[in-house]
């Protein structure tokens, strides 16, 4: 099992930046996949962005181009850079991790940060 923790998030005016940790504990070997995802008030929680064991990183559209995923090489802390934040960036902001296969994993989940972002 993987513990995650994380930090960083708060209030910020549009246009501003924020960025988030995540520290990571446990079996830290078996993970081959770390992810933000974030959920808005009355909405489903949403992939925002991954980053695989390769390297290779996804983004969702709506923050592609404002938001940068990264990791530390032992994968001890995970980050997300946000840049140029939008009052819909709003959300609790939860980093997960995926341990098993792609086809056969457990994920787990931090606590979630609090990200608001005013007009």
Same mark, same amino acid.
């Given at each position: 099992? %993987?513990q995650? @923790? ?5 209030? @910020?005016? =549009?246009?501003g930046?924020? /960025?988030l940790? $995540?520290?990571i ?6 993970? &081959?996949?770390?992810?933000?995802y /974030? ?5 489903q +929680?949403?992939l925002? =962005?991954?980053? +695989?064991?390769?390297?290779s990183i996804? !983004?969702?559209?709506?923050v592609?181009? /404002? ?5 530390d &090489? =032992?994968?001890?802390?995970? !980050?997300?850079?946000? &840049?140029?934040?939008?009052?819909d960036?709003? =959300? %609790?902001? !939860? $980093? ?8 056969? !994993? @457990? +994920?787990?989940?931090?606590?979630g940060t609090?990200?608001? %972002?005013?007009?």
């Open positions: 099992q %993987v995650l @923790v994380e930090s960083g998030g708060g209030l @910020v005016q =549009a246009g930046s924020l /960025r940790s $995540c520290a504990s446990g079996s830290i070997l078996d993970i &081959n996949v770390m992810g933000w /974030r959920q808005a008030p009355g909405k +929680r949403e925002v =962005a991954l980053i +695989r064991g390769d390297g996804k !983004y969702i559209d709506s592609r181009g /404002r938001f940068t995923i990264s990791r &090489n =032992a994968w001890t802390t995970l !980050y997300l850079q946000m &840049n140029s934040l939008k009052p960036d709003t =959300a %609790v902001y !939860y $980093c997960s991790a995926d341990s098993g296969s792609d086809t056969d !994993y @457990v +994920r787990d989940w931090g606590q609090q990200v608001t %972002v005013s007009s």
